[in-house]
């Protein structure tokens, strides 16, 4: 089992830009497919990017493409999302997950066994 810990989280305003991170306990965390999510006030968990076990592979939704970045660094046990160009829809809380088998569909959150706790982003216009 692995626990997951985001942070990094604030209030920035249009344009800005914010780093998450999710730090993971354990000791396979290298072997675990990342995915970030968010949930805004009244709507669903949406998916927001993911990176493959190795880090060679990244999966971004079409809405955060050439502004969200995902990184992970194994020795760290710890994935990032860099959020450039901040907008105001990007407003919400985000999540990290891992999967400890691999991926078919990164998109999906039922893929991910692992979840964190969430940590806010509010993006100001």
């Known amino acids: 089992q692995v626990q997951l810990v985001e942070s990094g989280g604030g209030m920035v305003q249009a344009g800005g830009s914010l780093r998450l991170s999710c730090a993971a306990s354990?000791?396979?965390?290298?072997?675990?497919?990342m995915g970030w999510f968010r949930q805004a006030p009244g709507k669903e968990r949406d998916f927001v990017a993911a990176i493959n076990y190795g880090g060679g592979s990244t999966y971004y939704a079409d809405s955060v493409k050439g502004r969200f970045t995902i990184s992970r660094d194994n020795a760290k046990n710890t994935v990032y999302l860099q959020m450039n160009s901040l907008k105001p829809e990007d407003t919400a809380v985000y999540y990290c997950?891992?999967?400890?088998?691999?991926?078919?569909?990164?998109?999906?959150?039922?893929?991910?066994?692992?979840w964190g706790q969430g940590t806010q982003v509010t993006v100001s216009s």
């Open positions: 354990g000791h396979t965390f290298r072997r675990y497919d």
């Open positions: 997950a891992a999967a400890p088998e691999a991926v078919r569909s990164y998109e999906s959150s039922w893929e991910y066994d692992y």
